[in-house]
């Protein structure tokens, strides 16, 4: 089995702040802060993640949806190997992928992403993505692949 980021190194990488990467903040309303933490591509804006993952390493973005729970997140296959790749990291674990989304393993349709709309699909009620908010997320998740790129490449994993 392989693992980067979160999986292996870091158990806490989710929790980190956004501050840390210089970027201005946006809040929806003076109480609450909707760019906190790195967790929020892991649920709330994963499409917005993946596209920068995508970008970054050519990836092929696919996404599952299973009652409720809608998540976007990239595979790339090596020498038979399929990597799953979202915030997290990489691995090639299956069924540690799925488990943060307490769903059946068996029961989930995947469809891989010809292109992205313009629109980005999110199940939050908390806000509509504008432009502005899909700009500013795009950036967050750029700076995140470049800060922790070890945890995205999948060159890192296929030299060893």
Same mark, same amino acid.
């Given at each position: 089995?392989?693992?980067?980021?979160? &999986?292996?190194?870091?158990?806490?990488?989710?929790?980190?702040?956004?501050?840390?990467?210089?970027?201005?903040?946006?809040?929806?309303?003076?109480?609450?802060?909707?760019?906190?933490?790195?967790?929020?591509?892991? @649920?709330?804006?994963?499409?917005?993640?993946?596209?920068?993952?995508?970008?970054?390493?050519?990836? *092929?973005? &696919?996404?599952?949806? +299973?009652?409720?729970?809608? @998540?976007?997140?990239?595979?790339? &296959?090596?020498?038979?190997?399929?990597?799953?790749?979202?915030?997290?990291?990489?691995?090639?674990?299956?069924?540690?992928?799925?488990?943060?989304?307490?769903?059946?393993?068996?029961?989930?349709?995947?469809?891989?992403?010809?292109?992205?709309?313009?629109?980005?699909?999110?199940?939050?009620?908390?806000?509509?993505?504008?432009? &502005?908010?899909? *700009?500013?997320?795009?950036?967050?998740?750029?700076?995140?692949?470049?800060?922790?790129?070890?945890? +995205?490449?999948?060159?890192?994993?296929?030299?060893?």
């Amino acid at each position: 089995m392989y693992y980067t980021g979160y &999986y292996k190194d870091d158990p806490n990488f989710l929790e980190k702040n956004f501050d840390e990467f210089g970027i201005l903040e946006y809040s929806i309303d003076n109480d609450l802060n909707f760019f906190d933490k790195i967790r929020l591509f892991l @649920h709330g804006m994963c499409e917005l993640f993946a596209r920068a993952l995508s970008e970054k390493y050519d990836y *092929n973005v &696919y996404k599952f949806f +299973y009652e409720n729970k809608l @998540h976007y997140y990239c595979i790339y &296959y090596f020498k038979n190997i399929k990597f799953y790749i979202d915030v997290r990291g990489i691995t090639n674990d299956r069924n540690l992928f799925f488990r943060e989304f307490s769903i059946e393993i068996d029961s989930i349709e995947t469809n891989k992403l010809d292109n992205f709309d313009d629109k980005v699909e999110n199940i939050s009620t908390l806000v509509e993505f504008d432009e &502005y908010v899909t *700009n500013l997320g795009l950036e967050y998740a750029r700076k995140i692949i470049e800060k922790y790129e070890i945890y +995205y490449n999948i060159n890192y994993i296929i030299k060893k």
